[in-house]
């Protein structure tokens, strides 16, 4: 005689999905109620999640790094390293070379020889290794008359309350896979590579949707529940690569190296989800100029309608609010301004006022930041209702180089050019 736990039968029910719930019932029935009846039928592989790879190299279609343009995955680690005491051009170059032969081998799914076992089980899963150089980088290896005048520091902002201790640094690295156990592999061993050679400076952890959670491929939602990625510059708009990509000739000499390659800005933005929570759904949406079940924009249409900002209501009231976030991101507010958005979500428990130390990793890559974040940001600082819900904590600007061809590493142009 079995007596029936009612909470973790509904528990494992929500949670084993159809198969799993099978098993449940069979278990049940014979007695056996444990979380081995889950495991009754075999589960149903998602192959393509954990086979699915991307190529770290340069080829005939894409000279540009893995990370920018590829689908979102549902883990990502950021860190940046700056290079030990003593570090030179010499010693930069080594360790590049070392990470990009990893980062190549580690996206390719194949272990290291001395390896921890912590990914054995898992194939690729879309693991993709970016790597940029920080402002510092130039002056630690002498390479200083090769910075590129994009990598001015960014102007201060009145949402700023940045953490220096958490931003910048000498080299910045992007990881991102669909599998948290790739993710770690990747990055723990990336880290042992750097040796002596680079000391972590910072590290924040992200994360997305995981692959297959929704009935069907959706743009992502961030922790305020928007959808968010709607708007973003599309590979097949004409003017994609002049915006996301820097151009191959046209440029300072000095600059060459950087071609192919773009710049990231990398913003630690903290939600004030506590006051955000307690608006109305209908200040909610007006705050961002779309709506919360389908994204679609207050102007009508669905989440891919273009947005039309002149529209006005029936009552005479303009569709899309004067301080409405996407009028003021909007290339039409900026003089064309645009940028690839690619943020994470971030959540790094709660806060001492019990308020959650959440947001978004906001990550977005363009040519130039002085023709995308800069003046869309300055903007937004000035105009835009959702920015007092928001705290910008921690700010790093990178030159990513372009992917390496077969055979050479990430920068090898700038550290041998
Ligand atoms: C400086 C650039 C931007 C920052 C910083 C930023 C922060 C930020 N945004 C959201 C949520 C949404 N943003 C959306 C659109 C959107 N945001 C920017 C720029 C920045 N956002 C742009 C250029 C756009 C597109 C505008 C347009 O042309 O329509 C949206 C709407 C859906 C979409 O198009 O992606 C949401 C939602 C948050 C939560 C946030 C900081 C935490
Ligand atoms: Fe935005």
Not at 164 to 187: M, T
Request: neutral net charge; proline residues 6%; hydrophobic residues 40%.
């Amino acid at each position: 005689m079995t007596t029936e736990h009612p909470i973790t039968r509904r528990r494992l029910l929500g949670t084993a999905g159809a198969a799993g719930a099978a098993g449940l019932v069979a278990g049940g029935a014979s007695g056996a109620f444990t979380a081995q009846a889950v495991r009754a039928e075999p589960p149903t592989a998602l192959t393509t999640v954990g086979s699915t790879a991307v190529a770290f190299h340069a080829d005939d279609r894409a000279a540009h790094q893995a990370g920018i343009t590829t689908p979102l995955q549902a883990t990502a680690h950021l860190v940046a390293f700056d290079l030990a005491p003593g570090g030179d051009r010499k010693s930069a170059a080594a360790l590049l070379r070392r990470w990009s032969k990893r980062a190549e081998e580690l996206m390719a799914g194949k272990a290291a020889k001395d390896d921890s076992g912590v990914a054995y089980d898992a194939g690729p899963s879309s693991l993709t290794i970016t790597f940029g150089f920080g402002r510092t980088f130039f002056d630690r290896t002498g390479l200083t008359a090769k910075r590129p005048a994009a990598l001015e520091p960014l102007p201060h902002f009145t949402a700023d309350v940045l953490d220096p201790k958490r931003g910048e640094g000498d080299l910045w690295i992007q990881i991102g896979s669909d599998d948290a156990f790739v993710a770690f592999h990747a990055l723990r061993t990336l880290q042992k590579d750097a040796g002596d050679a680079a000391r972590l400076r910072w590290q924040m952890n992200g994360f997305t949707r995981t692959p297959g959670a929704t009935a069907k491929p959706m743009t992502v939602r961030n922790l305020m529940g928007q959808v968010d990625g709607t708007n973003n510059p599309h590979p097949s708009d004409k003017d994609f690569d002049a915006r996301v990509f820097v151009p191959a000739s046209g440029g300072p000499a000095a600059e060459a190296w950087m071609a192919g390659g773009s710049y990231a800005v990398v913003r630690r933005i903290r939600m004030l989800l506590d006051d955000w929570d307690h608006l109305s759904r209908d200040r909610q949406e007006r705050v961002i100029g779309r709506r919360k079940s389908d994204g679609a924009p207050l102007s009508g249409g669905t989440e891919t309608t273009p947005v039309d900002l002149d529209k006005f209501n029936k009552d005479g009231s303009i569709a899309i609010a004067g301080d409405a976030h996407i009028r003021v991101a909007a290339p039409e507010s900026n003089h064309g301004a645009a940028m690839l958005r690619r943020p994470f979500s971030y959540h790094d428990g709660f806060r001492d006022d019990g308020a959650p130390d959440a947001g978004l990793l906001f990550i977005c890559w363009q040519a130039d930041p002085m023709k995308g974040f800069v003046p869309v940001q300055r903007k937004l600082d000035r105009g835009d209702g959702l920015s007092r819900f928001l705290r910008h904590e921690a700010s790093g600007l990178y030159a990513v180089p372009p992917a390496p061809k077969p055979g050479g590493y990430v920068g090898q142009a700038l550290l041998e050019g």
